[in-house]
């Protein structure tokens, strides 16, 4: 689903899936392919917005948690990306493929590597992203901000009233705090989550982070 030029949302399709977006300039940037159970009906959604597999230059993910990642070794195979990650996940990568699926009785997420690992941002053409390391659901989770766009892709870190939960392995509720208290000071007008709907208008979105605050977090705020 096409949400502005170049902006794309496929909404997470069942049970321990996860939102995708697609940012596309000069280079196309996948993030979070989701489950692979649910990549043929993601390729097709894309193929009907003009989007071809092999048009993706990037894969990107928010997070190791195999709802967003789990379909990254199998889209790198139809699409020819490079599976970009931060250094935080580089370090997790084979932690979190192990512990996180045990949890749910998945067996081991299949397995993928790094291509190119990021800095602080990455240049795909007229847009700019800027990588931001925002742990506490995962202490691997990144969040990606486009300024010009104001547009916010936050995986699991906060959502329409609420934020991820950290009682999963490597989980922390202070660092998540912080994490939306860096969020927060983002000029937002385009929030994107890992689950649920965007989030749309700035003032909706500053009304979303103090609702979470107020209710979550009150009185660490």
Excluded at 19 to 32: C, K, Q, S
Excluded at 59 to 72: E, K, N
Excluded at 121 to 141: A, K, N, Q, Y
Aim: aromatic share 8%; proline share 5%; glycine share 8%.
């Amino acid at each position: 689903m096409r949400l502005q030029d170049g902006i794309y949302w496929y909404s997470e399709k069942g049970y321990f899936d996860a939102n995708t977006y697609i940012i596309a300039d000069e280079r196309t940037v996948l993030i979070d392919p989701g489950l692979e159970r649910y990549l043929t009906l993601r390729l097709k959604e894309m193929r009907e917005d003009g989007i071809d597999p092999k048009e993706v230059d990037v894969i990107m993910v928010t997070h190791l948690h195999p709802d967003h990642c789990g379909a990254t070794a199998a889209l790198k195979e139809v699409s020819g990306a490079q599976v970009a990650l931060h250094p935080s996940q580089r370090a997790y990568l084979d932690r979190m493929a192990e512990d996180v699926p045990k949890l749910f009785g998945m067996g081991i997420a299949p397995r993928f590597v790094q291509d190119v690992l990021l800095g602080a941002r990455l240049s795909i053409g007229t847009m700019d992203l800027e990588v931001v390391h925002t742990p506490g659901h995962s202490p691997c989770s990144i969040s990606v901000y486009e300024a010009e766009r104001r547009i916010l892709i936050c995986g699991d870190l906060v959502f329409e009233k609420g934020v991820g939960r950290t009682d999963l392995p490597f989980g922390d509720a202070e660092e998540l705090k912080n994490s939306l208290e860096f969020v927060s000071e983002l000029d937002t007008e385009l929030l994107l989550p890992g689950h649920g709907a965007p989030i749309e208008g700035s003032g909706n979105v500053k009304r979303n982070y103090e609702f979470i605050k107020r209710v979550y977090f009150n009185p660490l705020f």
